[in-house]
Every structure is written in C-alpha cells, then in structure tokens.
C-alpha cells in the first residue's frame, strides 16, 4: 500500500482503428496508503517530497473526469461519436519511479505475414525520453527480424548516453527476450481481433534491481486504408 499506483484510461473512443486518442485523457498516481491512514494530513505515505496526500479514490476519479477534457469532447463532437455508446474501463499497474528504470523506450512492431515479425526498438538509458528528450539526447535504434528460423538484431543508431559502441541494454539477449514478450502481446492481440496482419506501438521499460522487462502500454498504429478508390 506505501507504493503509488498509476490509474489509466481504457476507453473504446481511443487507441482503435477508427479513432486514435492518444493524449485526450489524463493518467493520474495515488497512494493506498494515504486512503487508509485515517487522516488527510500530508505529507504523501508513497512520497514524502510531496507535501499534500494524494488517495487512490482522487486519482480514479480524476482520470474518470478527463473524459470531459476539453480536446477530449471536441474530438468525439467532430467526429459525431454516439456518447451514450462510449464508456471508459481502467488499468491500473504500479507506477515506474525515475530511479528504477535502467531503460525504456518505444517498440513498433509490424505483423505482415504468420512467419515473420518485425520490430523497431528506440531505446534510451534510464527515464530519459526516446519521444521528447530535455537535453536533446539521441536514443539508441534497433531493428530485431524474427522468423520461425531465428531472430536477428541490427543496431541503426548507437544512444549518446552510453559509451562508444556499447548498447543500452544487455547486447543481445536483452533485444531478443524482449522482442519474445512483445511478439507474446502481439499474439494475443491477434487472436483477440482475429486479423494476421497489423502494427503495433507498445512502451517498455527495464527496471532495476532485477532487470525485468515489462510492456508498460499498447496501442495499435492505424495504417491508411489499401481499398482501391474509384
């Protein structure tokens, strides 16, 4: 309960084919421990650098709240969306403090035939962002083929942050177990749609002190559409 827990939107109006929400709604923490301590006095049970609490049941509600951001309802007004048909679940994990990520980054993984996957990997050492870097750092690109035959990891493009020819992570097993749990969702992920073929975006990170791997987030990369026009 003294471990903050991260509450995310799962809406059916966000992360689909027909509609790409990513960035209309809000994910917020919250404390277990500062629901259950009989008391609305900081500071935060999970984080004394933060002076207020923040409880669990603030936090769901706030993320339940986000689907009236302004963006949100403006979105799904242009594009006519039925709102007595839209409903919004939750996930909630716990949340990946700064100091424990030894690594993350964002996979892109295309499905094009049952034999063969590809999978891009930008990866950055610690929390520092692949998408939005402060310090304008350079995060490391890999490509990983897998076949029924073998896998195979190519390095494009080497992080700044990491000594001259050295990899962000462990070389190669890292890339290799982690394309196996990535292809994992994948799977699943197709057998739930019953599509072959598609891409995904899914966000990693590796975690200290054990180094486990762990697919944070998924979401599927909307392709154009291959009908011919007439």
């Not at 999970?46 to 409880?55: F, M, Q, S, V, Y």
């Not at 242009?78 to 700064?98: I, Q």
């Not at 994992?184 to 054990?210: I, N, S, W």
Request: hydrophobic content about 35%; overall charge negative; some cysteine.
């Amino acid at each position: 309960s003294s471990k903050n827990l991260r509450f995310r939107s799962s809406t059916n109006v966000e992360d689909s084919r027909e509609f790409t929400g990513a960035g209309l709604y809000e994910s917020y923490s919250g404390c277990l421990a500062d629901d259950l301590d009989d008391d609305d006095q900081g500071p935060c049970r999970c984080d004394p650098n933060r002076a207020k609490e923040r409880g669990v049941f603030v936090a769901i509600r706030k993320v339940f709240a986000s689907f009236y951001n302004e963006n949100a309802y403006l979105e799904r007004l242009r594009r006519g969306v039925d709102e007595a048909k839209v409903g919004m679940a939750m996930l909630v994990h716990h949340s990946f403090p700064d100091e424990f990520e030894l690594a993350n980054g964002v996979a892109v993984l295309t499905r094009n035939s049952k034999d063969s996957w590809e999978i891009r990997l930008v990866t950055q050492a610690g929390a520092v962002s692949v998408t939005n870097p402060e310090d304008g750092s350079i995060p490391e690109e890999v490509v990983v083929s897998v076949y029924d035959f073998g896998k195979y990891a190519f390095k494009q493009r080497q992080s700044n942050l990491v000594l001259l020819g050295a990899a962000v992570m462990e070389w190669e097993k890292d890339y290799y177990d982690l394309s196996d749990l990535l292809i994992k969702v994948a799977e699943e992920f197709g057998k739930t749609t019953g599509r072959e073929e598609f891409v995904l975006e899914m966000e990693y990170k590796k975690l200290a002190p054990t180094g486990a791997l762990t697919v944070k987030q998924v979401r599927e990369v909307p392709q154009a559409d291959e009908s011919p026009s007439v």
